[in-house]
């Protein structure tokens, strides 16, 4: 499967723990996001990169949260001190370059926070 | 601001019935508009962009900028057409989408 891959697939934490999450991009993608998505919802944007720098930061991403792309392929997202309200699915998607619209997501990560 | 409307969550139709699914957005600009499908077990994938102007398993997708819509339809449904499906936009330069809350589509044989 060449598309983008996320890892773990699900992760149950208790609150206060803090998680990794890591995507692997379509190779050669330079444009790497990621989504929130609640039950009910939307996906909803965090943050996205332009190989390794990142170019946009939501105001959902709050002070827990940290997304690296140390040299512009694979991506992690740590979330610090998880609360219940973290729980949720959390999408990756890459696109091959700066003026591609497409975008093409990964299988998500399901975060529980017990 | 960014926003993007899908007042439907649930929609039914019966097999060889038309489909609609409404979508409506505000930006301040010229938004390029997207639909994306999720089927069953299956991740988040493009169906359409309003700029290619293609039919895509049918479904075409015409932009209103006067009503600011970009409603999704397909003349006959069928039932692998059953999936959950989003609106997006994304501002000029390629960034990020932003999403409607999706319509729950169920074909009933």
């Known amino acids: 499967d060449t598309g983008v891959s996320q890892d773990p697939r699900h992760k149950i934490t208790k609150r206060g723990q803090n998680v990794t999450f890591r995507c692997d991009p379509i190779?050669?993608?330079?444009?790497l996001y990621w989504y929130r998505q609640t039950l009910g919802q939307g996906p909803e944007f965090l943050t996205y990169?332009?190989?390794?720098?990142?170019?946009?930061k939501s105001r959902l991403l709050s002070d827990r949260f940290s997304a690296e792309r140390p040299k512009g392929s694979f991506s992690t997202l740590e979330i610090q001190r998880t609360e219940q309200g973290d729980s949720a699915m959390y999408l990756c998607?890459?696109?091959?370059?700066?003026?591609?619209?497409?975008?093409?997501f990964g299988p998500g990560t399901r975060l529980t926070v017990t | 601001a960014q926003r993007v409307t899908q007042p439907e969550k649930l929609l039914s139709v019966f097999k060889g019935a038309p489909v609609e699914l409404k979508c409506n957005y505000s930006?301040?600009?010229?938004?390029?508009l997207f639909w994306y499908v999720q089927y069953s077990r299956q991740r988040l994938q493009l169906l359409l962009r309003?700029?290619s102007r293609e039919s895509i398993k049918g479904f075409t997708a015409d932009l209103n900028k006067g009503e600011t819509s970009f409603h999704l339809k397909k003349p006959f449904a069928q039932e692998e057409d059953s999936a959950m499906y989003y609106c997006?936009?994304?501002?000029?330069?390629?960034?990020?989408?932003?999403f409607g809350q999706g319509t729950r589509l169920t074909i009933n044989p």
């Open positions: 998607a890459s696109s091959p370059s700066t003026y591609s619209y497409e975008q093409y």
């Open positions: 190779s050669e993608h330079n444009r």
């Open positions: 990169f332009q190989n390794e720098a990142q170019l946009e």
């Open positions: 930006y301040s600009g010229s938004p390029e």
């Open positions: 309003h700029i």
């Open positions: 997006a936009l994304s501002g000029q330069g390629a960034q990020k989408l932003v």
